[in-house]
């Protein structure tokens, strides 16, 4: 069970071929371009209208109990946060039917949530065997909220190397200028993802071009801030693409930059487009926001986040050919190492695996409490 898009496809097609898979994902979700509901090889898909969509931890489905009952499963897995309520409306539908229940976890701040959503999730916890949790701080935050199961470390998504991969620059079909190094961010444009950042100092940088890939409510700000400092014309807002079209965007960047900021509420989980642009041959500049720099490890700059200055120096720094075509080798084989969705199928798998048993041998400790 699981929201994402082309991400999701690929890892339910690889675990596929180990079990029986049915895969269960919303119709639509606002802010997201949208995808392909194609087949996937061996994997049973059921879309369902999501009420309240585009809220990732308010939303429940339509139909969701009926689906889960039918597929019959022996594991079920939940690819939101244990206290959601799309999560508590599944666990309630997969817990009747006795099987194995593994959830997932990027939640890497704690918070006091308020009533009833810490009871909710501590029921969740009770009929969980295992969560995966995205990140080392996650994992450190599952134990101090309580959780008494199993944990494995993982990241949710693997890169897949056949769609992300190096290819001739895409420039020109995007109606990005031929000229200037261009530099690329791709995500949502919302506060906390920081591209302001990025705007102030590429207005600083002569010759130095900001594509930016993404929809959010922070749009209209970052078109006023560019024009503002007299970046307009090297500061290009492509939209939104689907998740499989991606690999066209970073195919037309000579860098990939994610500068995302930690709020009162959010940090930087992961940052998959880090792994995208580096199996597509991009080096990345990245802030220090939470797991970012476990991501990038030696294979990219860091600079502290909300540093505009710090920012710029990061830019400077790469802007030779040498040092892009250094770092984009480390990139590759970073992802090759780590990273692949090959080799994160394969960690989940495993981690299923070791849940069954664990399951087999008895529900949860805290379950029967």
Known sequence: ??????????????????????????????????????????????????????????????????????????????????????TVQAVSSAARLGCAIVGFTWQNLFKRYPPPFEALERWVHRHTVMIIAGNEDAAAILRRRGYEGLIRVIPQFGVDTELFRPRPSTRAELGLPPDGVML????????????????????????????????????????????????????????????????????????????????????????????????????????????????VGDAGLLFREHDVDACERAIRAVLSPERRKELAARGAARVQQCYTQERIAERFWEAWCEAFGAWQAGPPASAKK
């Open 1 to 86: 069970y699981a929201m994402s898009a082309a991400s999701t496809v690929g890892k339910a097609a690889h675990l596929a071929q180990r079990c029986s898979f049915t895969l269960i994902r919303p119709r639509h979700w606002p802010w997201y371009a949208e995808e392909s509901a194609g087949e996937i090889p061996d994997v049973t898909v059921i879309r369902l209208k999501a009420f309240l969509a585009g809220r990732h931890h308010f939303h429940i489905y339509r139909g969701l109990g009926r689906a889960i009952r039918a597929a019959r499963p022996e594991l079920f897995y939940f690819d939101q946060e244990p206290w959601s309520l799309s």
């Open 184 to 295: 690329g961010y791709v995500g949502r444009l919302v506060i906390e993802k920081g591209v302001e950042t990025v705007v102030r100092a590429v207005a600083r940088i002569a010759d130095v071009h900001l594509a930016v890939c993404g929809v959010g409510p922070r749009e209209r700000y970052l078109r006023s801030l560019a024009a503002s400092l007299g970046a307009r014309h090297r500061v290009h807002f492509l939209g939104g693409f689907p998740s499989r079209q991606i690999p066209r965007v970073l195919n037309a960047l000579d860098l990939l930059i994610l500068p995302s900021l930690t709020t009162t509420r959010w940090k930087e989980q992961f940052g998959r487009v880090i792994i995208e642009a580096m199996a597509s041959g991009v080096p990345v500049i990245a802030s220090t926001s939470g797991e970012i720099p476990r991501v």
